[in-house]
């Protein structure tokens, strides 16, 4: 009988993680990756991304370049907390402001 119900209840762990989906995150209907994706050549693409999504990561497309992001309630407090600040030689920079008031940045460099 143990052995009956050891076997259900592993069927039933299993069955539940064969159909799991993975997680998603959406703004405005849209998958964050493909809004994200589009301007991310440039550090002020990814500022705006980051400010249009609200969605704080890194986004890539920094052509091997060191990248930093960073987020406060101003412009200059943003750009100084980026990542690596202060520690390369900035060659890209952009700021973007969010629908939160918020200012986002994005630094690149060597």
Known sequence: MSRLLTAFAMCSILTGVAHAKPRRQYVQGQPVQNMARAATNTAQG???ALARTGDFR???????????????STPEAAVRRCC???QIQIM?????????GMWY???RGR
Do not use: F, K, R
Not at 58 to 72: D, K, Q, R, T
């Open 58 to 72: 890194h986004l890539g497309g920094n052509g091997g370049m060191m990248e930093g992001i960073g987020m406060a």
């Open 46 to 48: 990814v500022a705006e």
């Open 92 to 100: 890209d920079q952009g700021v973007a402001q969010g629908p939160n």
């Open 84 to 86: 690596y600040y202060g």
């Open 105 to 107: 940045a994005c630094i």
